[in-house]
Nanobody, 120 residues
Framework: QVQLVESGGGSVQAGGSLTLSCAAS????????MGWFRQAPGKEREAVAT???????TYADFVKGRFTVSLDNAKMTLYLLMNSLKPEDTAMYYC??????????????WGQGTQVTVSS
């Protein structure tokens, strides 16, 4: 099993920056794909950015150019650098990990989430 622990959330003003971290532990050798998802009140959970062990990354259109995802394979830690934050980025951010792809089917593992609040 894999355990995921997120950190780095908080409250910022619009235009500010935050960096989220997600540390994986347990059977991390099985992980090939990790990603960040978010869920705002009353909305469905949506994919934000993903990273694969081989180095590929993907981004949702609404964060392209503002967010940067990176995966430290040695530490099995996923990061999300969020710049130019907007009030609509306010959500609970979740980390996910999977043996194949976090965006195909339901990911194997989820973190507990970290809250990001952006004020105007």
């Amino acid at each position: 099993q894999v355990q995921l622990v997120e950190s780095g959330g908080g409250s910022v003003q619009a235009g500010g920056s935050l960096t989220l971290s997600c540390a994986a532990s347990g059977s991390t050798a099985s992980i090939r794909s990790m990603g960040w998802f978010r869920q705002a009140p009353g909305k469905e959970r949506e994919a934000v950015a993903t990273a694969h062990r081989i180095g590929t990354t993907t981004y949702a259109d609404f964060v392209k150019g503002r967010f940067t995802v990176s995966l430290d394979n040695a530490k099995m830690t996923l990061y999300l650098l969020m710049n130019s934050l907007k009030p609509e980025d306010t959500a609970m951010y979740y980390c996910a990990a999977d043996r194949w792809s976090v965006v195909v089917g339901r990911p194997d593992s989820w973190g507990q989430g970290t809250q990001v609040t952006v004020s105007s």
